[in-house]
């Protein structure tokens, strides 16, 4: 029974830590792409924001899915 | 749906600061994994900065200035000015008899001041060894990657007068 637990501790374990790396992955698309669309806006190019702000949005919504997802399991793993 | 978990009837310090070792990690990651995402909200919220700055920029009006008499400047020859405001350097060229050319003298590199090379015919970049065409400002060489601004040029008499800036060559 104790086995059983410490083994859906791993996996859940295991699982947050899959998804953090996907935010980490995620989140350094983000900053690549708000540096991207700063140095396109001051060279006198507009027409980048709308989309960067656009795929910004996705990736922050995305990560807030993730971190949903990790809000869950460390709930599940709080249940008695 | 449910979005988040129901606050414990524990009080918050108990539940962020578990005595139970084995809760640590989850404690740790969770912490992590919302710093994460206020990061990525404040990297979106930058976006929309961007996006709202490019709304309401308008169209930058130029003036129209005198920069010099045509016969002043020799043909292959330069003439140094400062266009549309006293701190923006300009380079004008002389690449024939009846034709001239001007662009912004900052690179578009690192904005180091660009200069008129004879030997190449080009105007180049001595930080980077960045080199731009003369004819319509594109990059040739180095790490610029975006051409020169030009100077928008006529000709009023023998007088010629700048009248506004183009961002592409
Ligand atoms: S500043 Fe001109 S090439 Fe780097």
């Known amino acids: 029974m104790e086995q059983k637990t410490s083994q859906s501790a791993t996996r859940s374990v295991t699982a947050i830590d899959g998804a953090m790396a996907l935010i980490v992955i995620l989140l350094i698309v983000q900053i690549w792409l708000v540096s991207a669309t700063l140095e396109t806006y001051l060279a006198g190019h507009h027409e980048t924001a709308l989309p960067g702000t656009i795929i910004s949005g996705a990736i922050f919504l995305a990560c807030f899915g993730l971190y949903l997802f990790i809000e869950r399991i460390d709930a599940e793993s709080h249940k008695p | ?169």
């Not at chain 2, 020859?77 to 009846?98: N, S």
């Open chain 2, 1 to 169: 749906m449910k979005l988040f978990r129901k606050p414990s009837r524990e009080p918050l310090w108990r539940d962020e600061f578990s005595v139970f070792s084995g809760e640590e990690k989850y404690v740790s990651r969770r912490q992590f994994s919302k710093f994460l995402v206020l990061t990525s909200l404040g990297m979106f919220v930058g976006n929309l900065w961007i996006l709202v700055r490019s709304w309401f920029s308008r169209q930058p009006s130029y003036p129209v200035m005198a920069i010099t008499h045509v016969d002043e400047v020799p043909v292959r020859g330069v003439k140094l000015f400062q266009y549309p405001t006293p701190q923006e350097q300009c380079i004008l060229l002389r690449t024939g008899t009846d034709t001239y050319v001007a662009y912004s003298q900052k690179c578009t590199h690192l904005s180091c001041a660009v200069f008129y090379s004879a030997a190449t015919n080009r105007l180049e970049c001595p930080c980077h060894n960045g080199a731009f065409s003369v004819h319509d400002g594109s990059p040739l060489q180095g790490p610029p990657r975006r051409p020169l601004p030009r100077v928008v040029l006529t000709r009023k008499g023998d007088v010629l007068v700048a009248t506004g800036i183009q961002l592409e060559g």
